[in-house]
């Protein structure tokens, strides 16, 4: 897909649809959609991020490297059937997370807690601690199991998938990907 910076920004602020089924028991939560992600209404879209190629290391997914041009139909059931499912806590598409207010993210947070609720997927595992400490009011909070759980689901939170976060790798986020999937029976 060949989509120019200009473009892009004509994205700004614009919302993309859960990918979420039925029998859903592993659901994804970013921080918020990135432009790009927007342009494709795909989750974790752009041609450089790791989330994809993290699930096929971890054998979460069986993927190609990225899904850079959008899922078509086909890529989508594939993907809810596997079990799985991606949300955002905000549903408002920027540049970089921290153009996020505290405010937009302690909202997502119980919006979140109400799809939960709806949806009642076996695990949850947000892809990013700074955001989960500020949308969750859990400054302390460490990567991994928490000791809560949303809406009756296991919480996990996970790191984020930011180049901003460049000391985590690949395999690294594979293994840390792994751990819930493994309580959500998707992996053994």
Avoid: C
């Amino acid at each position: 897909m060949g989509i120019d910076r200009d473009s892009l920004e004509s994205f700004r602020d614009a919302a993309i649809p859960d990918v979420v089924g039925d029998g859903i028991r592993l659901l994804f939560v970013g921080i918020n959609p990135g432009l790009w992600t927007a342009a494709t209404q795909t989750p974790f879209a752009h041609p450089g991020n790791r989330f994809y190629p993290a699930l096929r290391e971890a054998g979460i997914f069986d993927a190609g490297d990225t899904f850079s041009a959008g899922f078509d139909a086909d890529d989508r059931e594939r993907f809810t059937d596997a079990g799985l499912g991606v949300s955002n806590l905000v549903n408002r598409a920027t540049i970089r997370a921290d153009e996020l207010s505290s405010a937009e993210l302690r909202a997502g947070a119980r919006a979140l807690e109400q799809r939960v609720a709806r949806l009642r997927p076996r695990v949850v595992a947000i892809v990013g601690l700074t955001a989960y400490r500020l949308g969750f009011a859990r400054p302390k909070a460490r990567a991994g199991r928490q000791n809560e759980t949303i809406a009756g689901a296991e919480l996990w939170v996970l790191p984020n998938l930011s180049g901003l976060n460049a000391h985590e790798t690949v395999s690294s986020l594979a293994l840390a990907y792994a751990e819930p999937a493994r309580a959500a029976g998707i992996i053994t």
